[in-house]
């Protein structure tokens, strides 16, 4: 066995010379080229003495391999020993390989994977048609061919791609103006629901759950093991209640968790699906505290790969019963939230010429940014906080606000947020005062019709719509299970819209006419005039001002 060597990915440096055929990542055999490939190799499992690792060679359909061999340079296999074609996994313990891929695995022993890196080729005749070479296997994490290159992926790593509806309508809404629409959604479900977050603490949320379970609706719940700041005792208590009702509840959590964090926030109920900014708890979907987004739409692909998406999830090895996860662990008491108010904006029902959704990490940053550099006139951008100066999304702002096109950032003013966002604030608008961009920013101003700011949304050039889960950080991009629609239409553009625009001026002052303005200095330089003729004089009862009237301390 190689010497184990375990190094964060930043530090990866592998390089890939191909002879002939470029080795392919998605293992269809209908799309092997004419000659063997290698297509992958996990040298670094998480398991003891690296058991279970393996290589994936691509298998041309009805091809011969007579004299095709894969080496390391010491050891050689003869592929003309696999009846199977497609993609193969080769492996020193086929049997602990079965347990970490769901790829056909040869009934035939492999060389074993140097930690530290290793070459592997491909040979037909002795001569090399395709090699692989790697250095410093990152512990858990798969090489893959993607386009003619080598790319580290979590082992198990979904590559789900952006799924597309046709036109249609959807039921926009936003918080905390309706804070009853999403227990509706779920109070409707006769058949199914299948709920993923990043928390659940909502008690109303929660017993709405037991009743469908009670009535016969199968219910699923799946959410983040380990979120920021720690789990509340409250929503302890909820996912206990969901548990002991005899309720699916999981969290992602361990050391083969694929992402970082499980953030996303939607829900599949029957044949809907309802896809949000919030989470599930009484500051969120319950309205006492968040300014946030959400839609609901039968679109089928949209509800058919949501669905696809939470399975996934939940069927991989890092999602833990909640019962088995919650046993020895202690939770500490948090805040609730507990604001009331308006309802500004009602729920509507809008067209949509075409509905996209978006799943990090594994298109959803690629396709925001795409959507950021097609741009024409307008962006709006409302968001908790931005990301790095250098990140993808703000920079990409700052091009689309160079070459023309009107951005508008509203970030929160909560005030565990404010101080960076001032800095944000304050480098973005000598960015663009430097520049000549056109480009505004600002905190918002909730002016008593909600507490903070919580969506992460956008409107581009008023037709398409981002709603969902994503914060605009690279990592969020890059490392969570974030979840969000694109959704294309003025009508649906329209909705948002009007929402961020009240939202962007609320707390300004409008402006007075010059003639109101006029007689309100006339009225100022009138009050000094009378002012100054009041003389205060010595009296027998003390001072007091000599054209009368009463002046008692503390007045």
């Not at 009853?180 to 017993?207: C, F, H, K, M, N």
């Not at 009484?282 to 949501?306: F, H, K, M, Y």
């Not at 996860?325 to 308006?342: D, I, L, Q, V, W």
């Amino acid at each position: 066995m190689g010497q184990r060597v375990v190094v964060g990915v930043g530090l990866l440096v592998v390089a890939l010379v191909l002879t002939g055929s470029a080795g392919i990542a998605s293992g269809d055999a209908n799309n092997v080229t004419s000659r063997p490939t290698i297509e992958g190799a996990y040298p670094n499992p998480i398991a003891s003495g690296d058991a279970g690792e393996y290589v994936v060679v691509s298998l041309p359909v009805n091809s011969t391999l007579d004299n095709a061999t894969l080496t390391d340079g010491t050891t050689r296999i003869a592929l003309s020993n696999i009846s199977k074609r497609g993609a193969v996994v080769i492996s020193p313990d086929p049997t602990a390989a079965r347990k970490r891929t769901d790829r056909t695995v040869a009934n035939l022993t492999g060389f074993e994977l140097a930690n530290s890196g290793e070459t592997l080729r491909i040979e037909i005749d002795g001569e090399r048609t395709d090699q692989l070479r790697y250095r410093d296997a990152p512990e858990g994490k798969i090489a893959v061919v993607e386009a003619g290159r080598v790319r580290w992926r979590t082992l198990g790593a979904t590559d789900f791609q952006v799924a597309t509806a046709g036109p249609g309508s959807v039921r926009a809404f936003v918080l905390p103006d309706n804070p009853d629409l999403p227990a509706e959604v779920l109070r409707g479900a006769t058949q199914r629901i299948l709920l993923g977050g990043y928390t659940l603490s909502s008690e109303r949320i929660a017993s709405t759950l037991i009743r469908a379970h009670q009535r016969g609706v199968e219910v699923q719940v799946l959410l983040e093991g380990d979120p920021v700041g720690g789990r509340t005792r409250a929503e302890a208590r909820q996912l206990d209640r969901l548990t002991e009702a005899g309720i699916d509840v999981a969290v992602v959590a361990g050391p083969r968790a694929r992402v970082d964090y499980h953030h996303a926030k939607y829900a599949v109920v029957d044949d809907r699906a309802l896809v949000m900014t919030e989470n599930w708890k009484p500051a969120g979907t319950g309205g006492n505290a968040s300014r946030g987004w959400g839609v609901v739409t039968e679109q089928g692909p949209i509800v058919d790969n949501l669905t696809a998406t939470f399975a996934a999830d939940r069927g991989w090895r890092d999602s833990r019963d909640w019962e088995a996860f919650r046993a020895g662990k202690t939770y500490e008491r948090g805040e609730s939230a507990m604001g009331t108010y308006p309802t500004n904006f009602e729920a509507a029902t809008v067209a949509v010429n075409r509905t996209e959704l978006l799943r990090t990490p594994d298109n959803g940053g690629d396709r925001l940014v795409g959507e950021l550099d097609d741009a024409e006139h307008s962006i709006d951008v409302v968001q908790a906080s931005l990301g790095a100066w250098d990140g993808r999304f703000p920079t990409a702002l700052r091009r689309a606000a160079q070459r023309g096109v009107d951005v508008r950032i509203l970030l929160s003013s909560a005030w565990y947020s404010k101080e960076e966002n001032r800095a944000a604030v304050h480098r973005f608008r000598e960015w663009a005062s430097r520049t000549n961009a056109g480009l505004s920013i600002k905190l918002a101003r909730p002016d008593g019709r909600f507490e903070k700011i919580h969506a992460k949304g956008a409107i581009v050039d008023d037709e398409t719509v981002l709603v969902g889960s994503l914060n605009w950080n690279d990592a969020a991009a890059t490392s969570n299970r974030e979840v969000m629609l694109l959704l294309h239409g003025r009508e649906v553009a329209a909705y948002y819209g009007d929402v961020f625009e009240a939202d962007w001026t609320a707390g300004q002052h409008p402006a007075l006419p010059v003639g109101v303005i006029a007689a309100v200095v006339g009225c100022l330089l009138l009050a000094g005039a009378v002012l100054g003729k009041i003389r205060f004089s010595e009296s027998a009862s003390g001072v007091g001002p000599a054209a009368g009237g009463d002046r008692s301390p503390g007045k």
